[in-house]
């Protein structure tokens, strides 16, 4: 396309013209901010900073979808009446407007980010709300950023300028075939709308969100300069921001619940290495060597090599996932952070400075990687594992083998675990390696060789589960035979569970039950507990059972250790559910709505709320402690230990 300024032009042609003009300010926003906010990206090289601002432009094509969504459908609807002057002149303001209020956005935190470190999100129209001197605020920003309120108005005045350099051409006469020309292109727009406000357009890519802008930098404080502030607004306006709690001073809740790990005892690290297994929709039910009781004995699930690990690992009786969705498990499992309400990695909070294993590994001088066989940037992973600190990425493009490729989700998990085996055996020990799997996964099929050979069972998700099992056995079979085996210690759990056949898992604890199994091939790590365990307590059960020994932050608790009242709590749709002993306590966040003794009520049929007042009240008093941790910890980005 050549653009003639000096003519007029096609509508079209005006409208891509019009949409690159604000793309091309949005980075000029960018290079303004990053002026007006050095001293916090001084680290940052100039490579770095081409990298940020090339995948900036990915969040300011979002936003500016979302922005001149109205714009854009005024543009291109297939009527002739779109030609008028009058008809353009609206246009004109409308698109003006609202991008003039979305530079306004990103100009307020030229200012305001030095004092949040975050990009202002939706939760700024409630937390003035309350304010009864809001026109003394606004005036006083205004006085003592008067500088920035000039360079706004030269901005804008600019940008109308450069809008009304290109001017419309004429209406055509309009006959059926140009009629259906254009109704093609407002369909061949819009998709492509939609794929851009998706933030892709593979099957696997979920609606992009702030915590994507980790693919883009080396740590969470970065995350801003990718971002810009609509993005941020735009994505958390459906969201409840949550709120400062004070149920306890500081000294009686740490004494109740502290999420500060203290160092054990004195005893040398232990450098082993570390695998995590996280298998995708693995529940608890599938699991036959977990469910003995069931069908009087007879029940025999459908993992038989993950059946013939139970009793050579360490596990418990009940074991849960903190959530229900696969964006739920990684900052559980491998940050001791656990998602209430929403996911942490899609929350306003996501952009906070954390710890993780992978993190306190490598300071130990671990190697650290993720394996993942879908399309890299598929399901937000890559972003995550960068902001956790893991130094290696693993995924469909660097397996780079196509013939393998499931058609959907990722690589096949057998072919890829081999890879994966060979790739750990280059790692110089000790390391840590996640690997996530994908073929236990809707449309829930097998590779076509092995169709038929796996029972398929009342659920469609077990004949894959099947096949992933095979999977595992091949991969521990490679694995063996290598040096670094039995040097290792392996977490094979799940990401949540799913969907439940049998009634014992059609409950409340069922929908969370997942397998949680700790195997050391080289120790004596076995056995079997009644204690609760959950993913949030994989990262400090790890930790303390290798000696470390500095302090560290988590949620959850360490497993082996006898002595801590450990409690597990998920969220669903804001309900909350804190397991504690034989008793499971729910809570919707303002009072307590039932409790079930889960030792002689499995099905939790009878709600006994009211009857133990004092099992109540202690599990009320732990949830509160949970509660006020998480909120204020969230709200004051303390998610660390201080140096």
């Known amino acids: 396309m050549r653009l003639n300024i000096n003519k007029k032009q096609s509508i079209y042609t005006a409208l891509l013209y019009r949409f690159l003009l604000v793309m091309l300010l949005y980075t000029i926003c960018r290079l303004c901010f990053y002026l007006a906010n050095q001293t916090f990206f001084n680290h940052l090289s100039l490579a770095d900073l081409a990298y940020i601002f090339a995948g900036g432009i990915k969040f300011d094509l979002v936003a500016l979808l979302y922005i001149n969504s109205l714009y854009i459908v005024l543009q291109t609807i297939p009527f002739t009446f779109r030609y008028k002057e009058a008809y353009q002149v609206f246009c004109k303001w409308l698109f003006i407007t609202t991008n003039s209020i979305g530079f306004l956005a990103n100009f307020i935190d030229f200012a305001y980010y030095k004092y949040t470190l975050k990009h202002t999100t939706a939760s700024v ?8 001197n809001k026109l003394k605020l606004f005036l006083d920003f205004l006085s003592d950023y008067w500088y920035l309120v000039i360079l706004f108005a030269v901005f804008t005045y600019v940008f109308i300028k450069l809008y009304q350099i290109i001017r419309i051409t004429k209406a055509p ?21 939609v794929i851009g406000m998706r933030g892709g357009w593979r099957h696997s890519t979920r609606p992009i969100t702030m915590s994507n802008a ?33 149920y306890y001073d500081e000294q009686t809740l740490k004494s109740i619940y502290n999420p500060i790990h203290q ?68 900052p559980s499992i491998i940050s001791g952070i656990p998602s209430i309400r929403e996911p942490f990695v899609l929350s306003s909070y996501s952009g906070n400075k954390t710890t993780s294993i992978a993190k306190l590994l490598n300071d130990k001088g671990y190697e650290t990687a993720f394996f993942h066989g879908a399309p890299n940037g598929s399901m937000g992973f890559s972003a995550y594992a960068n902001l956790a600190g893991i130094k290696n990425y693993f995924g469909k493009t660097e397996y780079a083998n196509d013939n393998d490729f499931d ?16 790739t750990i055996n280059t790692f110089k020990q000790p390391f840590f390696s996640a690997f996530f799997s994908v073929s ?12 038929g ?54 409950t409340l604890p069922g929908y969370f039950s997942i397998p949680i199994l700790f195997y050391y091939p080289g120790g004596d790590l076995k056995g079997k507990t009644d204690k609760l365990i959950q993913q949030a307590d994989i990262m400090p059960t790890v930790l303390n059972y290798l000696n470390y020994d500095k302090p560290y932050f988590a949620f959850g608790f360490d497993a082996f250790n006898s002595k801590n009242n450990n409690f597990v709590v998920n969220n669903n749709d804001g309900n909350f559910s804190l397991y504690q002993g034989d008793y499971l306590l729910q809570n919707d966040g303002q009072k307590s709505t039932a409790l079930f003794n889960l030792k002689t009520d499995r099905l939790t049929k009878n709600n006994i709320l009211g009857d133990e007042p004092g099992v109540q009240n202690e599990m009320e008093k732990y949830l509160k402690a949970f509660i006020q941790q998480y909120n204020n910890r969230m709200i004051n980005n303390e998610l660390t230990v201080n140096d």
Not at 125 to 132: D, I, R, T, V, Y
Not at 440 to 449: A, I, M, T
């Open 263 to 330: 160092p054990l005892n004195k005893d040398p690290f232990k450098n082993l290495n570390i695998v995590f297994l996280i298998i995708e929709s693995l529940g608890k039910e599938h699991i036959g060597a977990l469910n003995k009781d069931l069908l009087g004995g007879k029940y025999k699930g459908y993992t038989p090599f993950l059946d013939s690990l139970v009793d050579q690992s360490f596990t418990s009786s009940h074991t849960y996932a903190n959530g229900r969705k696969s964006i739920d498990a990684l």
């Open 125 to 132: 129209f409630s937390q003035f709300s309350n304010e009864q």
């Open 173 to 193: 006469t309009f006959t059926w075939k140009i009629y259906l020309t254009h109704t093609l292109i407002l369909i061949a727009i819009a998709g492509l709308a």
């Open 453 to 506: 050979k796996f029972p398929k069972g009342p659920l469609p998700v077990q004949e894959p589960i099947g096949y992933t099992d095979l999977a595992i056995r091949n991969f521990f079979a490679t694995a063996s035979k290598m040096p670094w085996y039995q040097n290792t210690l392996f977490v094979i759990c799940a990401d949540h569970a799913t969907v439940s056949y049998l009634s014992e898992y059609q």
């Open 440 to 451: 236990s996964h809707h449309p829930f099929k097998v590779p076509e060789k092995y169709i």
């Open 214 to 246: 980790g693919d883009f930098v080396k740590q969470p404080s970065d995350m801003g300069l990718v971002l810009n502030t609509p993005f941020t607004i735009i994505k958390t306006l459906k969201r409840a921001a949550l709120k400062p709690i004070n």
């Open 407 to 422: 058609g959907i989700w990722g690589i096949w998990d057998e072919p890829f675990m081999q890879y994966m085996a060979k």
